[in-house]
């Protein structure tokens, strides 16, 4: 189960994930637990029937969390937030380096050569569309890196009451200078909104940063989560925190027509 938990800003726990205070420590020592649990070909062809979200490929519904990639940009007062779905052969070097940042280790587990972030990268895009790594880019360029689930499906079930099509969040800020100065929030908010505007079968979005990284606690709480209890998960005792769509306050914009693939 990735760490979720948001150390990368100031306002979030200090980089452990990505290790931004507000973005930075998504911890859950288990990274490939996500993936654990396999699901019946019939249940998987089911979801996979439902319409998917707005995008170039939407119609499709070619995973379980309604395209993802076709999501779209959506506008901050950082400058215009987008997430893309993971490239391995390109992405995997830039990943691999910020997970080797001391910061974000302590959290995310994931140092060692390339080859390590591989195979969990590996592991997501290979699988039934429950989790997809997206980096995260601030007017084009990559500064984070998140992992959208369905927590419905993943192993969080196991350990709290979850509803159909519950999504949660997993996150880390790739960079250093662009720690402690609130960032986490922004993006953990932007993020939020464009769940709760592009997966219109959701009504919550989770995230389980570890208790201890009371930076990423907070960004959490900043960007309109909620405490909804302690929960011991393996490898960590977790702050699980929801954001129900009723609390969405920053609309995401209009999707780009033709997002990058």
């Given at each position: ?60 519904g070619d995973d379980l969390l309604d395209h993802v990639a076709g999501w779209g940009p959506t506008a901050t007062s950082e400058g215009l937030f987008q997430l893309v779905p993971v490239r391995l052969e390109q992405d995997a070097a830039l990943i691999s380096r910020w997970m080797n940042d001391p910061a974000v280790a302590a959290y995310w587990e994931l140092t060692g050569p390339r080859s390590v972030t591989e195979e969990h990268l590996r592991a997501q895009l290979e699988g ?134």
């Amino acid at each position: 189960m990735a760490s979720t938990d948001a150390s990368a800003d100031g306002g979030t726990a200090p980089a452990p994930l990505g290790t931004d205070p507000e973005l930075g420590t998504d911890t859950d020592e288990d990274e490939d637990d996500t993936l654990d649990l396999p699901l019946p070909e019939e249940f998987v062809t089911l979801f996979r029937g439902r319409p998917a979200g707005p995008g170039p490929d939407a119609r499709s519904g070619d995973d379980l969390l309604d395209h993802v990639a076709g999501w779209g940009p959506t506008a901050t007062s950082e400058g215009l937030f987008q997430l893309v779905p993971v490239r391995l052969e390109q992405d995997a070097a830039l990943i691999s380096r910020w997970m080797n940042d001391p910061a974000v280790a302590a959290y995310w587990e994931l140092t060692g050569p390339r080859s390590v972030t591989e195979e969990h990268l590996r592991a997501q895009l290979e699988g039934d569309g429950r989790s997809v790594p997206c980096l995260g880019l601030l007017e084009g360029a990559p500064v984070s890196y998140w992992e959208i689930y369905r927590a419905d499906l993943d192993p969080l079930a196991r350990y709290c009451p979850v509803r159909p099509h519950d999504t949660g969040v997993h996150l880390l800020i790739g960079e250093d200078a662009d720690r402690g100065r609130g960032l986490g929030t922004t993006l953990i908010r932007a993020v939020a909104g464009l769940v709760l505007a592009r997966r219109p079968g959701c009504t919550r979005v989770l995230a389980e940063p570890d208790l201890r990284n009371t930076p990423s606690v907070a960004a959490f709480r900043s960007a309109g989560f909620q405490l909804a209890a302690e929960v011991d998960l393996p490898g960590k005792r977790a702050a699980l925190m929801v954001r129900d769509r009723g609390a969405r306050a920053v609309p995401p914009g209009p999707p780009d027509p033709s997002p990058p693939a």
